[in-house]
T-cell receptor
């Protein structure tokens, strides 16, 4: 396994379901992120974790609940979603700030459809 | 208010010609700029970056130009190849912030025709 891996790649869930998205990075990074990409909209940063601690929540509804048990794993727990939450959810990781010119490394994303 | 804008949703060029993708930003705090490339069913991958102390950065066929006074940057691909067909995202952030906290544009879909 290399880079950033997300599972599942596709998910269809009903509005009353509970599901979780998983992200794992093998890059030794200490920062992890969840992004949402809706159709015809830019990537929206949802959550930021530095050294397992959540440092940013960009006004994300509570039906999205992140969890970061360690620096290599990140979860997004989903509960009672709405159809408008259907989107591509991307996980990313990066070195922590202060390490110079850096970029984020993205997973392949989970295509979520809420029915 | 969208702080990073890519005003061209799509661009089509002939193989071998130059592709020019444009990006404008409004936040004066941004001083590090990146381009990401995204193929269908894949996540974005880093392509090239530039800091505000430079006005040009080149990496093989890819060159990014930065015009700070105009708050504008562009990505030049020369020569364009069919494998370059993808969605290109412009991103920007203050240099001393997490690499994943960039603000992204909407993306430009580049199609390179053989």
């Amino acid at each position: 396994e290399t880079g950033v891996t997300q599972t599942p790649r596709h998910l269809v869930m009903g509005m009353t379901n509970k599901k979780s998205l998983k992200c794992e990075q093998h890059l030794g990074h200490n920062a992890m992120y969840w992004y949402k990409q809706s159709a015809k909209k830019p990537l929206e940063l949802m959550f930021v974790y530095n050294f397992k601690e959540q440092t940013e929540n960009n006004s994300v509804p509570s039906r999205f609940s992140p969890e970061c048990p360690n620096s290599s794993h990140l979860f997004l727990h989903l509960h009672t979603l709405q159809p408008e939450d259907s989107a591509l959810y991307l996980c990313a990781s990066s070195p922590i700030v202060g390490t110079g010119n850096t970029e984020a490394f993205f997973g392949q994303g989970t295509r979520l459809t809420v029915v | 208010d969208q702080q990073v804008k890519q005003n061209s949703p799509s661009l089509s060029v002939q193989e071998g010609r130059i592709s020019i993708l444009n990006c404008d930003y409004t936040n004066s705090m941004f001083d590090y700029f990146l381009w990401y490339k995204k193929y269908p069913a894949e996540g974005p991958t880093f392509l090239i970056s530039i800091s505000s102390i430079k006005d040009k950065n080149e990496d093989g066929r890819f060159t990014v130009f930065l015009n700070k006074s105009a708050k504008h940057l562009s990505l030049h691909i020369v020569p364009s190849q069919p494998g370059d067909s993808a969605v290109y995202f412009c991103a920007a952030r203050p240099y001393n912030t997490n690499a994943g906290k960039s603000t992204f544009g909407d993306g430009t879909t580049l199609t390179v025709k053989p």
